[in-house]
Each structure stands twice: as C-alpha cells, then as structure tokens.
C-alpha cells in the first residue's frame, strides 16, 4: 500500500469539508473494497476520510412504506434487523449472503453502493426496490443513480447517507455464487408492487453493471409464475464474458436466477 | 507518523505508526504478537481474525489508526494461563488442526458463532459460518467437530 493520510471524520459536514480539502481523497467506511484495493496498489488515494463510525450514518427506520437504511450500516445488521426481517426479509437474506461473517461485519451499504461493483448484491436491491440514494447534496433515484459498471452519478466529494427502499408486497433475490469468490455471476431481485407492478433487476452478469430486466417485468405483471419466463432471455452478447463464465452461459444463469426468485417471492 | 493507542488482551498499548499500516502489521511486527497469521492477504481466508470491540473481523483489512481507543483480543489473550479458552482444548482434543496456521482465525470465529447460537449449534451452521476460514491442509471435518464439542462445552 502507498503512504496515504488518515482523516476520521467527526460529523457529514467535516468529511465533506475534508474530501473537499484533500487532494485525492477517499471516503473508507467498511474499507472492504477500498484497502484491498489500495493494498494491491490499484488504488493510491492521498488522504482517506473514515465515516465508518458516524453515528448520522448508521440505523435502519421504516415508516410510511420506505425502509430507510444509513450509508454506514454494516451487512450483518441488515441481515440481523427485526425492521428489514419484517419489511423486506429478501433484502435481509441478500445481506447475509454477501463475501462471509467477517466481511458481513465491516462491509456497508453505502459503500457497495458507492462502488457499485458489476458484482456487489445490493445495486440490484436498490433497482429492484424502487430505491432512492439520499447523499449530503441531493436525493437520487436509482435509475439517475447507477450509470454504468464502477460508475454512478455521485460527484467526487458527495457522500452518500441513506438508501430508501420502497416496502413491496413481496419479493426474493437469488444468485448464482461464483464458486471460489463467492461473488454473484448473476443475482437476480424480483419486487412485486400494489398494481400487478413487478421490478426485476440484474446484477453480477452485465457489461454494464446492474439493469432492469424490462421484457420479464412486462411478462410477470401479466402471470406472476416462472412459467412466464419461459422463452425469454437477455442479450449474450451483453453479458460479462470471462474465465468464470461465457456471454450465453451467463444469460441463461440469469434466466434460472430469475424463476428462482420468482418461485420464492415472500 | 501517527500515535495509537488501543488495549490488546486487556493491557493498554501505543504505537507510532504509518498511517497505512494495517491492524495485523501493528499486533505482529510492533507488538510481536505473531499469533495472528496473515495468509492470502486479500480479505479472503481468515488467518488474520481478531476481535475489535468484540466483533470478529480481518485484521488485514483494517488499518491500525481504525482499532484507535479500541479493544482488541487475539489469540493470545484467550488462554487464563496455563488454562486453555473452551475452544482452543476442544481443537487439541477433536484433533481440529494439521498445519495449525489457520487456527488462530478458526478459534475467534469459533468462539463468535457458538456466542451467538449457543449450545443450538449445528453442523451445518457452523460449516456456512465457516465460509471465511480457510484450512488448506483441508481438515475442516476436524475442526466442524471440535467447534461443536466447544459449543456443547461451553453450554454446560
């Protein structure tokens, strides 16, 4: 790892004057991304603002039909909140499934959804579930939000400070785990709202990180089965094509992600 | 340079360090408390758990200057002296290492699940919480065994 300066950050406002001030800065929170980047010397940030203990940053609430989770709450909380079992449980299950117990207990969601990694699980929760990213300038809703892989719409000094998901009647999220990374090659959440509306959202198998799946939103708002995916499929040629796994094998994991959760909607 | 200051296994300690040195640097090559192994080095295998304010996390993916103010308890700070932690006595007696360099990171992992599920748990619990940990002598039959002997020991 480079020589970097460490900032703990006392409040919203002091890390914002910070990132501000640095000349390359980084915000860390759970830093499960960030150090074992910095340490492969992928990534030399001159200063690292640490929002990880910020009180304003942590908590899950619900009311009036939004959960709203801080940008600093780590995995196992919102795996372990009796707020997020109740409202959302296949938001919890997806928490709980992400890297491992000891990842689970640094890891935020603010941080994977600021790095919005091709591969991390909650781009889809927030796609699927009508979600709102609130940061310290302004509310952004997930479609503004996610605009391409390891890209987003956050400007390099705004911090992220809740997510919002809009409660459905019920949803599940099912992934495909890469069998030595644990990563999702494809991990698909299905939101079924009020209306015969249903969201559907990919992540881990797009070129282009997390999308909406709009032809099996379409197919299931009209038979909530899995049968009505029969038929259907995204473009291969779209998909992530590597040594874990080829263009059309991914598409067809999202085909079977995708009627897993369906068969699991709760 | 950046002075730390934490308490580790109950007694307090300082330390000027580099901002970038990570939590595991400063307990084995400032402290010498080489008990706590470092082994893939990229968040994955689990050698390297300690506690931080009583929650299990790698040691190599956090920087020393985080563990600030903090209580930290590593491998050596769970026997009462000649007495072996629950734990540590079930892997010598299941047999629950090999090579023993991932066993200081499979006992703090031990030691949070059966405080969280009690005498409750079960085979299969243990081996999805064991997901972060890493034996490459393989011999992970052994020490699903002796966590559950520990579990059961524990309870009694």
Known sequence: MYETNYHKATSVADAAARIEAAEDGKLLAGGHTLIPTMKQRLAAPSDLIDIGDLDELKGISLSGGQLTVGAATTHTEVAGSADVIAAIPALADLAGEIGDPHVRNRGTIGGSVANNDPAADYPAAVVALDGTVETNQRSLSAADYFTGMFETALGETEIIKSIRF?????????????????YPMAGVFIACYPGNVVRVAVTGASQEGV????????????????????????????MLSDIHGTGPYRANLVAVMAKRAVANLA | MTKVNMTVNGTPVSGEVEDRTLLVQFLREDLRLTGTHVGCDTSQCGACLVQVNGVP??????????????QVRTIEGLADGDKLHPVQAAFRENHGLQCG?????MI?????????????????????????????CTGYHNIVKSIKAAAVAMAS
């Not at chain 1, 009647?169 to 099912?174: L, N, Q, T």
């Open chain 1, 211 to 238: 999308f909406r799946w709009l032809e099996a939103e379409t197919a299931l708002s009209a038979n909530l089965s899995a049968e009505a995916l029969n038929g259907l499929a995204v473009d291969a040629d779209a």
């Open chain 1, 166 to 182: 809009a409660v459905p009647e019920k949803a599940a999220y099912c992934r495909f785990p890469n069998p030595a990374s644990r």
């Open chain 2, 108 to 136: 703090i992992a031990a030691i949070d699940m059966i405080e969280r599920h009690g005498s409750d748990l079960d085979e299969q619990t243990i081996r999805a919480e064991l997901d972060g940990n890493m034996c490459r």
């Open chain 2, 101 to 105: 360099f991932c066993t200081p990171g």
């Open chain 2, 57 to 70: 996390l790698k040691s190599c993916t956090m920087l020393a200057v985080q563990a600030e103010g903090g």
